[in-house]
């Protein structure tokens, strides 16, 4: 079965936890314990009804404070597909913690509160979506029970985000779904109150979105994470290379290229534990054997022989920063890119970005917990890699505090 990751993103109280408690519980995907538990604290809060929020914030503070502060992962299937939801804070104050978990999502549900229509923080969300590449956005317009159920409310929402949206998503897949989280209108069952709307709940598009052309399937990437050499009679000569396909298609007797060696081989074979295949493609973990034996190990990159990625010391990337210590000009990071594990110096700041406004503050040079930032690197060897809106894999990468080990920052290549 396929496997669609997707994330939340919303203002606050616009009815995210709510929304995905109902996904939740209409779908039949919580268990007996969990919903006796939610009863009874839905009880002790005063509430009249079950408080679906509490299936995603687990946090004391967050039940407490009717907020969103972690992100929250929860796990649920359908007859056609897995899914994996990221719930998502909607503070300003916690856009690292909205940037983690939109990082690996194929799909972002943006929740609009019908009653203030599209407000500044749908356009921050919106923005970073488009920045972390989400190929499809599902535009949810909830609480249209509070608001009669009318079209024209619908309608001139719809036509106040696109308006935006198509700025910072030129070409994106777009769907607007009308929805009532707390009444369960059009998120798993139709809804009886809005017959003007025809074009399916938000299951019914989280279950049929296309999402086998969201990986990049035309730039071969493999970048090796462990070298398999068996120590048995039986596999004596054995030697693979396992990792996860991050570009394109593999298939035995393809000519590739090895970096940073630059040395050409071809594929003998590509093995998985259920046994040989005749093709491998994102997001495939496999393992290959090349025809020639080769100095190969974790961080290398392999890639076809026609199809070079970038090399370069010198990096540009947007960054979002995530640590409470300010970043330092100048300053020596850890920097993880694929499998591979460098140094690196933060040379400049370009400019730090107003989430607010999306204005480019280039006289700012100080980037704080939360900011997101242009920034320029040199590392103490090369990378290959890719843009990130090419590949999100060799187009992403990490910087790790040395001293703490704490990961400061994440990072998309411009």
């Known amino acids: 079965m396929e496997l669609l990751r997707f994330t939340t993103a919303g203002s606050v109280d616009d009815g995210k936890s709510t929304l995905i408690g109902r996904l939740l519980y209409d779908s039949k995907s919580i268990f007996e314990d969990q919903l006796d538990a939610v009863k009874r604290a839905s009880i002790q809060k005063g509430s009249e009804h079950i408080n679906l929020a509490l299936f995603t914030d687990g946090l004391r503070a967050e039940r407490e404070q009717g907020i969103t502060i972690d992100v929250a992962y929860r796990y649920f299937a359908t007859p056609h597909r897995k899914f994996i939801i990221a719930d998502t804070p909607g503070h300003i104050q916690y856009t690292r913690n909205m940037v983690t978990g939109a990082s690996t999502a194929n799909a972002a549900i943006v929740l609009i509160d019908a009653r203030n229509g599209v407000i500044e923080q749908t356009h921050r969300h919106t923005f970073i979506a488009a920045l972390l590449g989400i190929p499809h956005i599902i535009v949810c317009i909830n609480k249209m029970d509070l608001m009669d159920y009318r079209e024209e409310v619908?309608?001139?929402?719809?036509?106040?985000?696109?308006?935006?949206?198509?700025?910072?998503?030129?070409?994106?897949?777009?769907?607007?779904?009308?929805?009532?989280?707390?009444?369960?209108?059009?998120?798993?069952?139709?809804?009886?109150?809005?017959?003007?709307?025809?074009?399916?709940?938000?299951?019914?598009?989280?279950e049929n979105i296309p999402i086998s052309q969201d990986h990049d399937l035309i730039h071969q990437r493999f970048p090796v994470q462990y070298v398999i050499r068996p120590e048995s009679e039986e596999f004596h000569d054995y030697r693979g290379y396992a990792g996860r396909v991050a570009g394109g298609f593999f298939h035995p007797g393809d000519k590739i290229v090895v970096f940073p060696s630059g040395?050409?081989?071809?594929?003998?074979?590509?093995?998985?534990?259920?046994?040989?295949?005749?093709?491998?493609?994102?997001?495939?973990?496999?393992?290959?054997?090349?025809?020639?034996?080769?100095?190969?190990?974790?961080?290398?990159?392999?890639?076809?022989?026609?199809?070079?990625?970038?090399?370069?010391?010198?990096?540009?990337?947007?960054?979002?920063?995530?640590?409470?210590?300010?970043?330092?000009?100048?300053?020596?990071?850890?920097?993880?890119?694929?499998?591979?594990?460098?140094?690196?110096?933060?040379?400049?700041?370009?400019?730090?970005?107003?989430?607010?406004?999306?204005?480019?503050?280039?006289?700012?040079?100080?980037?704080?917990?939360?900011?997101?930032?242009?920034?320029?690197?040199?590392?103490?060897?090369?990378?290959?890699?890719?843009?990130?809106?090419?590949?999100?894999?060799?187009?992403?990468?990490?910087?790790?505090?040395?001293?703490?080990?704490?990961?400061?920052?994440?990072?998309?290549?411009?």
């Open 154 to 206: 619908f309608i001139a929402i719809k036509n106040d985000f696109q308006a935006f949206a198509t700025q910072v998503f030129p070409g994106q897949d777009m769907r607007f779904i009308p929805i009532s989280a707390l009444k369960g209108d059009n998120v798993v069952k139709p809804s009886g109150n809005m017959s003007w709307y025809a074009n399916g709940t938000l299951l019914h598009h989280l």
């Open 263 to 414: 040395i050409e081989s071809e594929i003998t074979s590509i093995d998985t534990l259920s046994g040989p295949l005749t093709e491998a493609h994102p997001p495939m973990s496999v393992t290959l054997t090349l025809k020639d034996d080769i100095d190969l190990s974790r961080g290398d990159l392999i890639t076809g022989a026609g199809d070079i990625p970038r090399e370069s010391c010198d990096i540009v990337a947007r960054i979002c920063w995530m640590n409470q210590k300010p970043l330092q000009i100048q300053g020596k990071y850890a920097l993880k890119h694929t499998t591979k594990d460098v140094r690196c110096i933060i040379q400049e700041v370009d400019y730090v970005l107003n989430i607010s406004t999306l204005k480019e503050q280039t006289e700012i040079k100080t980037v704080r917990m939360n900011d997101i930032a242009l920034v320029r690197l040199r590392t103490t060897k090369p990378l290959f890699f890719d843009s990130y809106t090419t590949n999100r894999i060799t187009g992403s990468l990490i910087l790790i505090d040395e001293a703490t080990n704490e990961t400061v920052a994440a990072g998309m290549i411009v």
